[in-house]
């Protein structure tokens, strides 16, 4: 099972998100619901092959979108945060 819920969050992580619309992009790495803020955090881990951090960011951030749509819709939160995390040893 990979979901922790108790009364003030809940944390899924590695698992399919399901909404009302095909979203290709519906298996974020860490999906974080604060109940009490009704806001949610799609948290995407990457380690690029490349040093352009940015670009890899970006597309992090645009993949997510129309998840993070549906989910405020679905879910009826304040805000959905997309979180890209870029971890690079390039300098």
Not at 2 to 23: A, E, G, P
């Amino acid at each position: 099972m990979n979901v922790i819920d108790n009364q003030n969050m809940r944390l899924y992580w590695d698992r399919v998100i399901r909404t009302d619309f095909t979203v290709p992009a519906n298996r974020p790495d860490i999906l974080y619901l604060d109940k009490i803020r009704q806001e949610v955090r799609i948290i995407d881990i990457t380690i690029p092959l490349t040093h352009d951090i940015r670009t890899t960011y970006n597309t992090k951030i645009s993949k997510y979108k129309d998840l993070a749509d549906e989910i405020k819709k679905l879910w009826k939160v304040k805000k959905v945060i997309i979180q890209p995390i870029v971890i690079s040893n390039y300098c």
